[in-house]
């Protein structure tokens, strides 16, 4: 589970840090930096166990991942850190902490390759109880980095057969769904997911994989219409029944990482998928696999719900225009503001500003 993020140089970020809970929704408008802060969670993975950071960027050429200021001049290095806690078994805790970056060498970018170290900071007293020497230290920072799928369906693959021998979690693009769904059947895990799926699918009563020739798909059973193949249901039927797959997995440890969640939803439906996330998410150290969700929005349906339920969990993404303390260097940059009643202006969201917010909305 990320508990912690610290971005300084990387696109839109100079001397960020964000505190993360189990459950955080980014929100904010367009350009606000909810899709950078995503990106740099997987430069760091692609730099511990992908191809590498600069290499893997999904947006952008290496060069690009440089914060630049109004003059389009790029920073000549950047830094990205996450600390995580995982647990190596039931009731154990290991704090992990991945310090990566990159830095312009004659104008060629390049990584300074990650640095793995074990810091418990901040956590409560009885969290610290609970830590452990890694058992396998060569392993835990690929298996870490693993468990952060940032889900981005695509629901014509995702209506496509696909081997059951794919043991593995779902995919980020949700096109081995057929998969885990077969290899949850007649589990407790896919009674839940069911149940779940019927509060968000009207008449929704079963899940029914099916194996044909080597290759495994499934249907949805609809009360009143019977069973309805994967390749005829809608594009927010199957991002809903992926995502809440993924969650409900009782294999694969995930933190899960959804941008712009309310696409493909209904409105009506919206503040009922996140309460059900909501109660499906765990932290590391129970008996049983943690389960985190960050997500990110512009929808004010999200911000309405977690404001009443959750205020804790809601952050706002904002961009803002700052001048380096020599004055002669001005940029936009991204800036996290909590919910909170006070603190030094600039740096939270106030409860009367949601509700501002939210009436302009309306």
Request: with cysteine; aromatic share 4%; charged share 20%.
């Amino acid at each position: 589970m990320i508990t912690r993020i610290e971005i300084d140089g990387f696109k839109s970020f100079l001397d960020f840090e964000l505190d993360v809970p189990p459950f955080l929704a980014l929100v904010g408008p367009n350009s606000s930096g909810k899709s950078n802060l995503l990106d740099a969670l997987g430069f760091v993975a692609d730099e511990v166990g992908g191809p590498g950071g600069l290499l893997g960027a999904r947006r952008g050429a290496p060069h690009e991942q440089f914060h630049r200021g109004a003059e389009g001049d790029p920073l000549p290095a950047f830094t990205v850190a996450v600390e995580t806690l995982v647990a190596p078994e039931p009731g154990a805790l290991l704090p992990v902490r991945f310090d990566t970056g990159a830095e312009m060498v004659l104008r060629i970018p390049r990584s300074t390759g990650p640095v793995v170290s074990h810091v418990a900071r901040g956590l409560p007293e009885e969290l610290l109880g609970l830590m452990v020497v890694d058992p396998e230290p060569h392993a835990t920072p690929r298996r870490t980095v693993a468990a952060w799928r940032r889900y981005a369906p695509v629901p014509h693959v995702m209506r496509g057969r696909c081997s059951p021998a794919d043991r593995g979690p779902l995919a980020a693009d949700g096109g081995n769904l057929a998969a885990v769904l077969g290899r949850m059947a007649g589990t407790g895990a896919m009674a839940d997911l069911v149940a779940d799926l019927a509060a968000l699918v009207p008449d929704a009563a079963a899940l029914a994989p099916r194996f044909d020739r080597g290759q495994c798909s499934f249907d949805l059973v609809l009360d009143g219409q019977g069973a309805v193949p994967a390749a005829l249901l809608s594009d927010g039927t199957l991002k809903v029944l992926g995502l809440l797959a993924a969650l409900h997995d009782p294999d694969h440890p995930v933190t899960l990482l959804v941008e712009e969640i309310e696409n493909g939803v209904h409105p009506g439906r919206l503040g009922e998928l996140l309460r059900r996330i909501r109660r499906l998410v765990a932290a590391p150290g129970g008996a049983g696999p943690y389960r985190q969700v960050i997500l990110t929005s512009h929808s004010p349906v999200v911000v309405a719900e977690l404001y009443r339920t959750d205020p804790d969990a809601l952050t706002f993404l904002d961009a803002v225009v700052r001048v380096d303390p020599g004055g002669d260097r001005m940029s936009r940059v991204t800036v996290a503001k909590p919910v909170q009643p006070d603190g030094e202006p600039g740096t939270f969201v106030s409860p009367r500003q949601v509700r501002r917010y939210l009436g302009a909305a309306a």
